[in-house]
């Protein structure tokens, strides 16, 4: 058996985030579990050529004579070309981060159905013909694959109502919080903002509308002595456009990784006010570096955390009382951490693939 993963969506960026996280630590994790040559990463050779691969002991890297710079290049690699080597050398074909190629895909990751159920986030021409666009190709390979890997059992659940996939066709892969230990914490953005020690709460991406931006405002207007810093590229934009001036919250604007690991791990907690999420990674590195967490009471975080967080009702923006929600008793981290590793999922992604050579 020889898995074939298209590189492109995965590597093809400089920072790994979401998708590409998953990505990224799933295939680091295959290389300590697989033997030499069972597994293939295949990417266009410009990209090979930038990025460094000598990490990976067990997995071959296949860079692939091919213009990314002509029209649509990264569109037509991962939909035309990367199912066109996949035939040729008769592997098995695995998507892992929505780049659904046309054919030959023969495992396919779908995180959620949020884009499929919530088509009132899209509010503009662009993004309605992304969505289209998306759920086109989404569909064709759910349609089309052997196997569909997901990320939660709430996840599972929907894709099992909303395209028919039999349960047993659906591969459950968590995600995992141990790619935080290997970061090393960026300080100096505490100094810059005067931050002291746990006397912040914290939270990241809050851009789309399901992220509950909202509440985190209401939040701090009703909690005026505590601080709530935000991170994200978008944030001063949103702010603005609400018309929100308040003493106690602090842009930080993008962060790096650093930047990021050093935040969270020196808040008061980290909060999650999410409406719907396919799992929700950032809570669990919160709580890999020693944070607390706050997030949302809805089923997939109630699946993923169990008792180990402080739960919040993101659908009340009135009488938030900071103090009484982090005074809910949690049991200790480490019972939910222990549950989630890369190496884990790594094991059961290859036995599920596994699974289906076997059929």
Known sequence: MKIVINGMEIFGEDEAHGPQRFGVELVNALDEITAAHEVEIVLPREVVQKRDFSRLKNIDVVGLDYDLSKFKGRFRFSKFEFPRYVKKSGGIGCDLVLSFPLSHCDAVCVFDCIIKEHPEECVTFKSKLFRFKFLTFEKHCVKNAKLVITISEYSKKKIEELY????????????????????????????????????????????????????????????????????????????EKLNVNLKNIVSVGYVTDEEYKALVENCKAYIQPSLEEGFGIPPLEAMGVGAEAIISKIPVFEEIYEDAVHYMNPYQYDNINMDKIMSTQTVPAQEILDKYSWKKSAQKLYSSISAICEK
Not at 182 to 195: F, G, P, R, S, W
Not at 232 to 238: D, F, R, S, Y
Request: charged share 20%.
């Open 164 to 239: 028919h996939v039999p349960s047993q066709n659906i591969a459950v892969i968590g995600c995992a919080w141990q790619h935080i230990q290997k970061v090393e914490a960026d300080a100096a953005i505490l100094k810059h903002y005067d931050l002291k020690q746990k006397s912040y709460y914290f939270t990241a991406g809050v851009g789309i509308k399901r992220k509950n931006f909202e509440w985190i405002i209401a939040a701090a207007r009703q909690n005026p002595k505590y601080l709530f810093v935000i991170a994200g590229a978008n944030v001063k934009p949103l702010l």
